[in-house]
């Protein structure tokens, strides 16, 4: 069975502020992961694969298979980037993509 | 390019109607999904097509049904709708394993 856990529901920071946003998982195989993020009431985007290792709005994220973990990280939040962000894994060979419950981001200014 | 593209974006249901969700990508994706959000919730998997002429359930199957019409669309039915079933519907396809979901809008569902 996979699962997704982003221990926080809410999470505010004031502009400027350094941002991280937890995530933890738990797949016996090599997962696939991302994080998606919805600003309000829109469609949910795509914002870091981590096979892709690539830097999206300033937001970085690292697999760590030790601890299981892929925490969302921006040095310097913006108002901007208030919104509901979700962690989500796929398994190899899966077409399932599974989602924590979310975090959402309020950017104090 | 329009992407995911779902039908309607709001509607209100009494219990015990019924109604379809559309959903329709022109990406030529392989694989198609419905998708539930709810508050405290997250997304949870409704049902999915891995491929055109297939389908299988996922976490939360009961009081649906799909049908993948060819391989743009996948229709999400509510043969008798309940209060439960209040949710925003989300349709979303994938190209391939190493590649992220495309997501559509969304459909606001309120049963009453």
């Known amino acids: 069975a996979q699962r997704v856990t982003q221990p926080e529901k809410l999470l505010s920071v004031f502009k400027g502020a350094p941002v991280e946003l937890k995530c933890n998982y738990s797949?016996?195989?090599?997962?696939?992961l991302f994080w998606y993020v919805q600003y309000s009431r829109q469609r949910l985007q795509l914002l870091l694969r981590h096979i892709s290792r690539e830097s999206i709005k300033g937001f970085t994220a690292d697999l760590n298979k030790g601890e299981t973990s892929f925490h969302l990280k921006k040095p310097f939040a913006q108002e901007e980037d208030s919104a509901m962000y979700y962690c989500?894994?796929?398994?190899?060979?899966?077409?399932?993509?599974?989602f924590g419950k979310g975090t959402k981001l309020s950017v104090i200014p | 390019n329009a992407g995911v593209t779902q039908t309607p974006k709001f509607q209100v249901l009494k219990t015990g109607q019924s109604m379809t969700l559309q959903c329709a990508q022109d990406m030529n994706h392989n694989s198609m999904y419905w998708y539930r959000q709810d508050p405290g919730m997250g997304l949870r998997l409704i049902y999915y097509?891995?491929?055109?002429?297939?389908?299988d359930k996922g976490e939360v199957p009961n009081g649906y049904n799909v049908s993948r019409l060819n391989k743009r669309e996948f229709s999400l039915r509510l043969e008798s709708a309940a209060p439960s079933q209040t949710s925003v519907y989300f349709c979303?396809?994938?190209?391939?394993?190493?590649?992220?979901?495309?997501f559509g809008s969304g459909t606001r569902l309120t049963v009453v």
């Open positions: 097509s891995a491929s055109e002429g297939t389908t």
């Open positions: 989500a894994l796929s398994g190899a060979g899966s077409y399932q993509l599974t």
């Open positions: 797949y016996s195989g090599s997962p696939e």
């Open positions: 979303a396809s994938r190209a391939g394993e190493v590649r992220g979901y495309t």
